[in-house]
C-alpha cells in the first residue's frame, strides 16, 4: 500500500499566485485532513473531511480551500498566495474509528516569495 | 478553545539516559491522546492512549495517561541517538486531532 501520498514535495510560490496541492490515499479512509507546521511550531488542521462531500474548517482555514469529490482525494487550494502561507503543508488520513491515528504524508514544502 | 501544551520544548541528553516528555490538555469531548515522533518529515505514530493508568509499552518507549489530571508522559529509556526527533503529543476530540507544538529531543553519542 502506498499509504497517503502527497503531490509536489516542494514548490516555490510568487505572491499572488494559486495552486493545489493534491492528497490521495488508498487505505479507504474516511477522514482526511490538511496540517500546516511552521518552523518549530506543532501542526495546525487547516481543513477536514469525514466522507466524501462533506468538509470543515480546522483552526487555520483563511486563504485556503478544500473538496472532497472521492474518499480517496483531497485536494487543497490557495488561492493568492502570501507569504505567511510559507510552510510545510502535510495531508494526513485515518480511519472511522480513528483509533489507530493518523496517518500522514511525506509533506509538501511550500515557499511563497 | 482547546488546547494541548508539551513541555519541555527542548532537551539534550546523552546516551543511555532516561528522560520523560510532559504533554497536558485542555479540550471538550476528549476521546484519546496520540504521541507521534517527527524526524524531519512525516510524523510516525507511537501510542494511542484512551484509558486512564494504563502504561502502553513499546521497546523502551512507555506512555501512561492520567485523565483526571488531564495529562501524559511519554518515557523513553536508555536513549539513544536514533531517538533524536520531535514528539509531538496529539488530542483526538471529536473529529480532530490537536497538536501540541512538540519536545524537541537531541541525543548526545
Known amino acids: 500500500n502506498a499509504g497517503v501520498t502527497q503531490t509536489p514535495k516542494f514548490r516555490i510560490l510568487k505572491i499572488g499566485q494559486s495552486m493545489t496541492l493534491q492528497c490521495t490515499q488508498d487505505?479507504?479512509?474516511?477522514?482526511m485532513y490538511w496540517y500546516r507546521q511552521d518552523p518549530g511550531m506543532g501542526l495546525k488542521l487547516i481543513y477536514y473531511s469525514v466522507g466524501a462531500g462533506i468538509t470543515d474548517k480546522g483552526e487555520v482555514p483563511n486563504g485556503y480551500n478544500v473538496s472532497r469529490s472521492t474518499t480517496e482525494d483531497f485536494p487543497l487550494r490557495l488561492e493568492l498566495a502570501a507569504p505567511s502561507q510559507t510552510s510545510v503543508y502535510f495531508c494526513?488520513?485515518?480511519?472511522?474509528?480513528?483509533?489507530?491515528?493518523?496517518?500522514f504524508g511525506s509533506g509538501t514544502r511550500l515557499t511563497v516569495v | 478553545e482547546d488546547k494541548v501544551v508539551q513541555s519541555p520544548l527542548s532537551l539534550v541528553v546523552h546516551e543511555g539516559d532516561t528522560v520523560t516528555l510532559n504533554c497536558s490538555y485542555e479540550?471538550?469531548?476528549?476521546?484519546?491522546l496520540l504521541w507521534y515522533k517527527q524526524e524531519k518529515k512525516a510524523p510516525t505514530f507511537l501510542f494511542m492512549l484512551?484509558?486512564?493508568?494504563i502504561e502502553k509499552k513499546s521497546g523502551r518507549l512507555s506512555s501512561i495517561l492520567d485523565k483526571k489530571e488531564l495529562f501524559s508522559i511519554l518515557n523513553i529509556t536508555a536513549t539513544q541517538t536514533g531517538d533524536s526527533a520531535v514528539y509531538l503529543c496529539a488530542v483526538l476530540t471529536g473529529n480532530q486531532f490537536y497538536f501540541g507544538t512538540g519536545t524537541s529531543l537531541t541525543v548526545i553519542p
Open positions: 494526513a488520513s485515518s480511519s472511522a474509528s480513528q483509533y489507530t491515528g493518523a496517518i
Open positions: 484512551t484509558s486512564s493508568g
Open positions: 479540550v471538550t469531548n476528549f476521546r484519546s
Open positions: 487505505m479507504n479512509h474516511n477522514y
